[in-house]
């Protein structure tokens, strides 16, 4: 009894503390790490009153009390920055693995570091994120703000943490402003650590696998010696579906790869009402979590004529708002595949051909965060997992859709996703995509 009511007051702990469920039903798991490191390994000197100068915060800074109004424009500016990455790591792909990624996650850790940034470099990076317009107590009022809405819900079903943090390297300085602010506006948790230590990434590595519930164990692989700062942000999502699929009715299918490859893979079906879209192009369907379908995953599914290359002609921010008004519930049989994939990719290049060029190279200017800083490296490491489970059958609530039952009812659709897809996870409240991918080949 006493173990039981122990295990009981752990997982509202780890509720409370990190918004997380103990069930397992739903995973997707990013990360991010934007690397720093100094412009000549001369700059990194054996001075602990480094950490004097800086001023480096120990612990923790809640987020400030005052009312910060949401701005949309900080939404839209991640989603446009998401498709325009996408679309980068996709043309070093070639269309035949998963590729799976967190714009939000990105997103956060390279705005933290636009703090540091100065002149020319904060410029492009600004246009880069899509930035621009918004002064930085803008960007970071409205993070915070965004930050809040996200992460509050009241909503058992429905589990998403974010968390943020800044290591830094104790014999360097660091401009106490920038760290302050990451502090007040971003939560993140900011740490001195001995770069020359080889325990030093095992203890950012054990961050990162707590704060993604072990679902990315490693994103630092060594530190070399002229880093100074790493900036990591971690996205943990964890739903159950309004309706869960029955696993008595999964199974094996055929799933048609690119190249005329197919493979046989554990197939859910359900029947139901859903918001759906159907275009020339692609079916689409959003199946929603919880009891309030606040976050729902949405499916593209382009039709047997086309393929997802023809699909991503048309995929912007443009037409992704345009979609998103063009939902309407209807009666209808789904098919798709259980799966399960992990990715991770170095997004140097990619960011470059969209314009921060200069914040990797010795023109870099982030002197609003230390001396002769640049980046080095951008990594993103994702997890997802779909199956069955879920919450009990429960009504889905249709979020933001005009009523139909006034006009004629539309056949019932069926949707069998038995090739490649493209699909999305998207807080329906404030329009932030959280995660967006394709998957060629479920495993």
Known sequence: MNRQKFSDAKENFLQRRYGVSLGRRYALAAASVVLFSVLGCSQVESNRSALAQSSLPQSETPLQKKTVNSDTRIVESSNKFGFKLFSEVLKDDKGEKNVFISPSSVAIALAMTYNGASGSTQQAMAKTLELQGMTLPEINSSYAAALKQLLDTQDA??????????????????????????????????SNLNFKDAAASTIINNWVEENTKGKITKIVETIQPNQVLFLINAIYFKGNWSNEFDKSQTAQSPFYITFGRRK??????????????????????????????????????????????????????????????????????????????????????????????????????????????????????????????????????????VTTSLREEPEPFRMIVDRPF??????????NILFMGSIIEPQ
């Open 264 to 401: 046989q893979h554990p197939m859910m079906s359900q029947e139901g009402n859903y918001r759906y879209y159907e275009s020339e192009q692609f079916q689409a369907v959003s199946l929603p979590y919880g009891k309030d379908g606040k976050v729902s995953f949405y499916i593209f599914l382009p039709k047997q004529n086309s393929n997802l290359k023809a699909f991503y002609q048309d995929l912007n921010i443009e037409n992704w708002e345009k979609w998103m008004t063009q939902f309407n519930e209807q009666k209808g049989f789904i098919r798709l595949p259980r799966f399960k994939t992990d990715y991770d990719v170095t997004l140097n290049d990619a960011l470059k051909t969209l314009g921060m060029e200069e914040a990797f190279s010795s023109k870099a200017n982030f002197s609003g965060m230390g001396k002769n800083f640049a980046i080095s490296q951008v990594k993103h490491k994702t997890f997802v997992e779909v199956n069955e489970e879920g919450t009990e059958a429960a009504a889905a609530t249709s979020v933001g859709i």
């Open 422 to 431: 493209f699909c999305a996870i998207r807080d329906n409240q404030t329009g």
């Open 157 to 190: 079903k429905v589990q998403l943490s974010i968390a943020n943090s800044l290591w830094a390297n104790q014999d360097v300085s660091f401009a106490p402003d920038f760290l302050k602010r990451t502090q007040d506006f971003y939560r993140a948790k900011v």
